[in-house]
């Protein structure tokens, strides 16, 4: 008998759980020049993770034995072919980029100039057993593909939609600062078990991309996360720096949670696990949580008196913070 429930309580199974984690306060994170040190004022900006690991035997058959858990399927977490380490480096890699584009937002919120320039796709992971495999590479940055100049996702994404599955696509990369062509069979979409239905018939080549830029920021502003991966905590950073550096006290003495993807326009995208994001925030005392509008329905299910606050850009998160 003890056998089998070591079995089952140590065994991992072929699932996740998502957990809350706790929350942080972003201001020990972000470092601005002439920012006060030694001060534990009250109040500030939070920011909201979730830890993700495997269910063991036990947790898959009985999910709730962990308060505020969901169990996911493998494939949801992991596309088929990709490891937990390669998942882990593309989050570090989805954080460090959100951290950019947080205190680009944020600065020119508060009337800096920013300059971006977008360079490319870059390859943040290669999916194995898929015609990428050995041909690309992590950090690769795809400038061209099939003779279409390429400055970001979306771009690359449009270049591949001119050929059919099967056919060659060409891809110019720059690798150790040379240009290297690769060509590559393509594969069709509907091979891939992780392809929504209503996305079948894409050529594909087993590839994850990211926004390839560089920034020249007027204000020396840093980041440190240490191994916090994702691209949720961009909101967080953004309020953080403009309260840091502008003359509003955003959070005014209050613990502000925040949640959400940024992008270069401000816009504040759906995220991930807000399930266990809004325990975190509820946990942790906040006043408010600001949240993706697309996630506030779910998000209100678990806040327990929690104020939930929608948001769909930048500037409506600061409205929300300074309006009371």
Do not use: C
Not at 7 to 17: E, G, R, W
């Amino acid at each position: 008998m003890a056998a089998v429930v070591a079995v089952l309580v140590f065994v991992p199974s072929d699932h996740y759980l998502f957990l809350p984690d706790r929350a942080r306060p972003v201001d020990p994170l972000v470092h601005v020049p002439g920012e006060a040190t030694g001060e534990d004022a009250p109040g500030g900006i939070y920011m909201v993770d979730i830890l993700v690991r495997r269910a063991s035997l036990l947790e898959r058959v009985y999910p709730g034995v962990e308060e505020g858990s969901t169990l996911v399927p493998e494939h949801a977490v992991n596309p088929v072919g990709v490891s937990d380490t390669q998942r882990r480096q593309q989050s570090l890699n989805q954080m460090s980029r959100s951290q950019e584009i947080a205190v680009t937002v944020a600065l020119r919120e508060l009337g800096y100039k920013v300059r971006v320039r977008r360079e490319g796709a870059e390859v943040t992971t290669v999916v194995p057993d898929r015609p990428a495999d050995g041909e690309l590479q992590v950090g690769d940055v795809i400038v061209e593909a099939n003779a279409r100049h390429v400055r970001s996702p979306e771009e690359l994404t449009r270049a591949m939609g001119a050929i059919e599955p099967g056919e060659t696509a060409t891809f110019v990369v720059v690798r150790d600062d040379e240009r290297v062509t690769v060509e590559l069979e393509t594969t069709a979409s509907e091979d891939d078990p992780e392809t929504p239905e209503d996305e079948g018939g894409r050529a594909l080549v087993g590839i994850i991309v990211s926004q390839a830029a560089t920034f020249d920021f007027p204000v020396d502003v840093t980041i440190d996360a240490g191994d916090i991966g994702g691209p949720s905590a961009g909101l967080a950073f953004a309020l953080d720096v403009t309260d840091e550096l502008g003359e509003t006290d955003l959070d005014g003495g209050r613990r502000i949670a925040a949640t959400g993807e940024i992008s270069l326009d401000g816009t504040v995208s759906a995220i991930g696990g807000i399930k266990q994001k809004t325990i975190a925030a509820r946990r942790v005392g906040a006043a408010l949580f600001l949240v993706p509008d697309a996630n506030a329905a779910e998000a209100r299910r678990y806040a327990d008196g929690l104020r939930i606050v929608p948001v769909s850009n930048y500037d409506e998160a600061v409205a929300a913070l300074t309006s009371g």
